[in-house]
């Protein structure tokens, strides 16, 4: 199930307390032409490791030796210690249940929910290859999710781009992962004068909230295009 990019400020904001919202100048649903847009995430389905990667669930360390992606900024209650799972060893069969992959041989996980009363979350972070700051132009973030079967509850999941140097975040989407075998997309788009050289993968509170739960990440993209937009979509 597709679902589209809903903007959040405060949300965006909780990713760096100090941060400011990169919503000057972007706008959602502009027109691009598709054969402009080009892949700037490194490693986008966790295929290219140093050999270093340690048996999942080791806290802090679950993305030592993954090209390109760390543990992102995690949740006030938790360390935050995202999982990369690898053939043959980890899949399909993990501490979190069965799943093969959807793209390649590696995916990722993380933690989000309520957990004795307290609210838990970890994220992923990926690095961009981007383009400076300036021209118009159109970001289009997907990933595809899957629920663990040991923790049976809804996954709510938000993706955000990050400017590193300068502190400025942006919320592309946010929506659920249901508890499902099945493989689901979630995507959006953003069009900004802005520039970013992360993403950011996370877990986030809502008022559905559930316990624990834990979701699979598989065949993420960050596409950036070329032109597109007009001044009637912009968002401030």
Avoid at 105 to 134: C, R, V
Avoid at 148 to 165: F, K, Q, T, W
């Amino acid at each position: 199930m597709k679902q589209f990019a809903v903007f959040t400020k405060r949300s965006a904001l909780s990713l760096f307390s100090m941060a400011a919202v990169a919503l000057l100048g972007a706008c959602r649903d502009c027109p691009v032409t598709p054969d402009d847009c080009t892949q700037i995430l490194v490693n986008p389905s966790f295929e290219t490791t140093n050999g270093l990667t340690p048996h999942p669930g080791y806290s802090g360390a679950g993305l030592t030796g993954v090209e390109g992606w760390s543990e992102g900024p995690g949740g006030t209650y938790q360390l935050n210690s995202p999982d990369i799972f690898n053939s043959p060893g980890e899949i399909p069969d993990n501490f979190m249940g069965t799943r093969t992959p959807l793209d390649g041989n590696n995916y990722a996980g993380i933690s989000q929910g309520k957990h004795y009363g307290d609210y838990l979350n970890e994220s992923l972070m990926g690095t961009l290859n981007a383009s400076p700051a300036g021209p118009r132009r159109k970001y289009t973030v997907s990933a595809w999710f899957a629920s663990g079967s040991a923790r049976p509850y809804p996954s709510d999941i938000e993706m955000v781009l990050l400017n590193s140097e300068t502190g400025n975040v942006v919320q592309v989407m946010q929506g659920r992962v249901p508890n499902t075998m099945q493989w689901s997309e979630l995507s959006g788009n953003i069009t900004t004068t802005q520039s970013f050289n992360r993403l950011v993968i996370r877990g986030i509170r809502t008022e559905q909230s559930h316990t624990l739960s834990y979701a699979y990440v598989d065949k993420v993209s960050v596409r950036e295009c070329s032109g597109g937009g007009n001044d009637d979509n912009l968002l401030f």
